[in-house]
C-alpha cells in the first residue's frame, strides 16, 4: 500500500480539525450531552469512517479496504472494554457531569498522541524482525485466557498506575475543581488541578489497554497507515459512546467472553502468519511453512462481525432473561454485589463488577 504524502497529510489534518472543533465547542459550553446529541455525534464518526473505507476502497482497493473496516471494528469493541474502566476513574475522581466531556475529550486526544508513537514503534520493529508476530499472537492468546477466566471479581475500584501514583507525589495538587483549567496559583505556588489527575489517568489508561489493541489490529494489516486511522476513528467516536452506553454497559454480561474469543482468534492469525513467513533457525530450519494457511481479511472481517454479533445477541438475551426472572421471582438472577444496587445509583461507574474487572484484566501491566 503506497501512501503519498499528501495522503497522510490531509488525512491527519481533516482528522485533527475534526478533534479541535470538538475541543472549541465543549471548551465553549461544558455539558452534560443529551442522548440525542452523543447519538447524532456518534452516527458522524460512525458514517465518517464508513466513508473513510470507501475511500480506500477506490484509492488503494478491496484488500485493503477490508483490512480497515476489520481493524476499526476491533479497536471500536476494544473501546467498548476501555468505557468501563473511565467510568470508574470518573467515579472515583469524583468528576463534575458538566466537566466529563471535556475531560474525555482532552485525555482522548493523549491517548491518540501516545497510541502514534506506539504505533510508529510497532512498525519499526515489524520491519525489522518479523517473528515478532510469533510474541504478538502469545500476547494476545495470554490476554485472552485472561479475559475469559478474570471476569467474574467483584473489585469495582480504580486503581492507579505508577507513573500517576508518581504525579501525584512529586506535584502538589489541589482539591477543588476550577472548571476545565489543568494548573492553578495558589498562594504564589502553580498546584495542579484533579483536571489535569484525570486526563492524565485517562490517557495513560489507554495506553495500557493498547498494550494488547495494537498488536491485535497489527495481526489484521501491516499497513501503518491503516492501523493509525482505525485507531484514531475508534477514539474520536469513544466519548459520544461513553455518554450512550455508559447505562448499557451492565447489559454486556458476556463481553469479556467476546473480547477473549476476538483476541484468540487474532492471537491465532497472528501465529499462522509467523509460521506461514517463519525464518527462525530453530523452526523448520529457519524455512516457511507453506503448508499453514494464512486467513485472508475477508474470513477475518466475517468473523469479527459474527464474534460481535453473537457477544450482543448473547449478552441482551441474557439480560432480558435474568431480568423476567427477577420480575417473577422478585430477586436478581445475577449474583454479585451488583445485584441489588439500582441503576440510579450506578449511574456514575456504570461499571459492574464481572466487566469492569475483565477491563482490568487487560491493564493488569504497570506502567
Known sequence: MNVPAWGWFLTIGLMTVFLLLDVFVIARRPHVPTMGEAGRHLAFYVAAAVLFGLFVWFEWGGQYAGEFYAGWLTEYSLSVDNLFVFLLIMASFKVPQKLQQSALMIGIIIAIVLRGIFIALGAVVINAYAWVFYLFGAFL?????????????DDDEYHENRLLIWVEKRFPATKAWNGTRLTVLE???RLVTPMFIVILALGTT????????????????????LVLTANIFALMGLRQLYFLIGGLLKKLVYLSIGLAVLLAFIGVKLVMHALHENNLPFVNG???????????????????????GVTTVASLWKSRRDAALEAATGT??????????PDASRDETGATGRGASAARARTNDPL
Open 206 to 225: 489507554d495506553l495500557l489497554f493498547a498494550l494488547d489493541s495494537i498488536p491485535a489490529i497489527y495481526g489484521l494489516t501491516k499497513e501503518p497507515f
Open 286 to 308: 529457519g524455512e516457511p511453512i507453506h503448508g499453514v494457511p494464512d486467513i485472508p481479511i475477508s474470513v477475518s472481517l466475517g468473523a469479527i462481525v459474527v464474534i460481535l
Open 187 to 189: 498562594k504564589g505556588k
Open 332 to 341: 436478581s438472577a445475577v449474583e454479585g454485589p451488583d445485584a441489588s444496587t
Open 141 to 153: 492468546i495470554y490476554t485472552a485466557v485472561k479475559l475469559a477466566t478474570g471476569g467474574e471479581s
